[in-house]
């Protein structure tokens, strides 16, 4: 039981920081330029988008797990 939870806590502190370590990497590549590249003010910050769909994307799942409960799919309910 003890070594279950262990394994649990690593592997959620693994993703949150693989998350987080995503995220920064992505505004990074965002907002640096390279030296001669272009001006700071033409920085392309659609890359950011993505932010978004990381925020919306569970929201079909948890719509379709209210649709899909036990008690709409029970013989009784017929």
Do not use: H
């Amino acid at each position: 039981m003890e070594l279950t939870c262990n394994r649990t806590i690593v592997t959620l502190v693994t993703m949150a920081l693989t998350a987080a370590l995503g995220v920064l990497l992505m505004f990074l590549g965002c907002a640096l330029t390279f030296p001669g590249d272009r001006p700071a003010q033409d920085v392309n910050w659609w890359g950011i988008f993505v932010v978004l769909f990381y925020i919306l994307s569970p929201i079909p799942l948890a719509i379709s797990r209210k649709l899909s409960s036990e008690d709409y799919l029970s013989p009784e309910s017929k």
